[in-house]
């Protein structure tokens, strides 16, 4: 099968670049003295897991128990699910664990910790913890300096759950786009958890492991003195709002939509393309960042980027592809019906939900399709 | 099953509205004498295909050819392709034809309709084809005066296709908030689509059917003289974008999405669910309109709307609840952690196509599963 062959809209992945990202970003983590748990809820598939396991990670981190059930029939053992547990997921997580699953729950609340002992006392079971902390106000977790952190901690390791750490996410650092910036918010993630976990250790408690990271925090901080792991996951494709944040080139961008021309409106310069939100993902992130793409970045089918050439606007099965400032009147010529596209995503992890499958393309043209992990 | 049984997130159809929904569209199609077909794109969904056709829908439209092939694989004949045909998926209708479908396919360029003729020359197959009219300038299809239509027409015509009429749709109609604009649009939806029909006809062409629709023209026209057939889809969910329209109430809108309470930030007012952009969608429809309702409407369990409440702002799989003006100082009582909370979207086909499959719901509690026919 050639690019040319498969319907459009088709999610393409450039194993090359893919295996590139990875390579990086494991060296770096090797250099930096951390473990690595790559997050998979941006491809939630198999073979990029292996790669990524096969570069040196350890452990993975997931956002549905659904990706931590299929991860660990695979064969990962070791798994976190990093997204406060709700107390009716507790049975399906038990279950992981009775069946040899090494899987760690997360929770930034008394009442969740609390049902998290409850359940453990009521099946004879310990389940691994983690505590979620709150580092740059953007989302859940704890402060470091909250009182409630120690009591979260004591109600988890008194009510026989194994207390295993603290973990966060500096979100905001998506927000950034100069390399101080996110310096500055990697350094905060790193010490304010590592607070965090000292707070515990001082009050008697276990905190053994202090798990930080996002892509942008990971590829910029200094160092991570007193942290044991980091996670990120988007690094693996990047996207155009990793550009913009300023931790990759578009050489990088390993994920993009292969689309067709359908049609054209030559007065307004449109040339329209079979890739519409159903494809692309109503993601906008790159809208309040310094570059706004649109729906995405113009690409020949081989993935040569053709500059200024944007998806402007979007229905479900409809893109509308235009030139930036001065409308292309010659659109209909440079790009004619049933021209193959690729557009390349603001958001990798939401355009990629948008399909249950990649055509994985290799340096020598052959493709192969690798299926996702979509749903709860 | 109960609704406090469901892993969430979940997509939940309440089928009384829907029901609800299905019987006023197909009354007043009745009552302005044209056929109803009407866009699955909304659901994908085979059982509200079949809840529609029972009401007195004839025939289906499409956004994709895979819905086609599920639908006619059901027993659906009569089917629309309403996404200008790029010349690659020939093979795939040819095939859909060959087998008994009669599916209609839509053009608005020489370029395709040269493309539908060539292939019909080599394969020895005539398709049907309605072309494409463009009567608000909002996306794709060919102004009724422009003289690109004739020739389209004749391009068709002449090389052996069945030119089965015109089609449009007034996406523009999404933007109004007032009856006066609703009936304008409609009015101009109608005329031009009857004008770009009249034009093929005077040309000595057939073009038997005129086509138009969007849920908010459907229920706005005044009339449809000189309309055939008309399509809308998300009249079967109904969303918080036709709320701001005008064109539905709060008590009409079907589709939900079930989430639970995983943690609080207390001192924002934030309750944190497991409903994220993820099961949402990205979709930030009514950003622009009279009320922005964030990224999505609260309401109880039981699908009580509690005012003032939204999503405000949402990550993969974590929403952030909050109460519009004055933050919620009581929020970790209001909505405890494992509370269930039912989010009304912005965008139904858009929150939909975030999902598998649907949980649908009857007024007596008992609870089927639905799957939706997702991909291309």
Redesign the interface.
């Known amino acids: 099968m050639k690019l040319?062959d498969i319907?459009?809209?088709?999610a393409i992945i450039d194993v090359s670049r893919m295996n590139r990202n990875i390579e990086r970003m494991q060296r770096r983590m090797d250099a930096l003295g951390v473990r690595f748990r790559p997050h998979v809820?941006t491809s939630k598939c198999l073979a990029v897991i292996d790669a990524q396991r096969g570069a040196g990670a350890r452990g993975i981190t997931v956002?549905?128990l659904k990706e931590a059930e299929h991860c660990f029939a695979h064969g990962v053992l070791d798994i976190l699910y990093a997204?406060?547990?709700?107390?009716?997921?507790l049975a399906?997580a038990a279950d992981l664990r009775r069946r040899g699953c090494e899987l760690k729950l997360v929770?930034?609340?008394a009442?969740?910790a609390h049902?998290m002992a409850e359940f453990g006392r009521q099946h004879v079971q310990s389940l691994d913890v983690l505590i979620?902390i709150?580092t740059d106000g953007h989302?859940?977790g704890i402060g470091p300096d909250d009182p409630q952190l120690l009591k979260v901690a004591r109600v988890l390791h008194e009510g026989g759950m194994n207390l295993c750490g603290v973990m966060t996410h500096a979100?905001s650092s998506y927000g950034c786009h100069t390399p101080e910036a996110l310096r500055t918010v990697a350094e905060r993630e790193r010490a304010l958890c590592v607070l965090a976990a000292e707070r515990i250790r001082d009050s008697g408690l276990p905190c053994p492991t202090v798990s930080v990271g996002s892509t942008p925090t990971a590829l910029a901080a200094d160092h991570l003195d007193g942290v044991t792991e980091v996670r990120a996951g988007v690094y693996v494709f990047f996207d155009l709002c990793m550009l913009n944040v300023g931790v990759c080139a578009m050489e990088d961008l390993a994920l993009s939509v292969l689309s067709?021309?359908?049609?054209?409106?030559a007065e307004n310069g449109w040339a329209?393309i079979?890739g519409g939100?159903?494809?692309l993902?109503?993601?906008?992130s790159t809208q309040q960042q310094i570059v706004d793409f649109g729906y995405g970045q113009i690409c020949s089918r081989d993935g040569v980027v053709i500059p200024d050439y944007f998806v402007g606007s979007v229905?479900?099965?409809?893109g509308?592809v235009s030139r930036a400032g001065i409308p292309d009147a010659d659109i209909v010529h440079r790009f004619?019906?049933?021209t193959q596209l690729r557009v390349l995503p603001n958001h990798a992890?939401?355009t990629g939900?948008?399909?249950?499958e990649y055509q994985a393309l290799n340096d020598s043209g052959t493709i192969s399709t690798w299926s996702r992990i979509?749903?709860?």
Request: a neutral charge; hydrophobic letters at 30%.
């Open positions: 040319a319907q459009t809209p088709a809820k956002s549905t997204v406060g547990m709700a107390p009716t997921k399906r929770t930034d609340t009442a969740s049902a979620e709150d989302r859940s979100g067709t021309v359908i049609g054209h409106q329209i079979d939100w159903m494809a993902s109503r993601d906008r229905n479900q099965e409809h509308i004619p019906v049933g992890c939401a939900a948008q399909f249950s979509n749903g709860w």
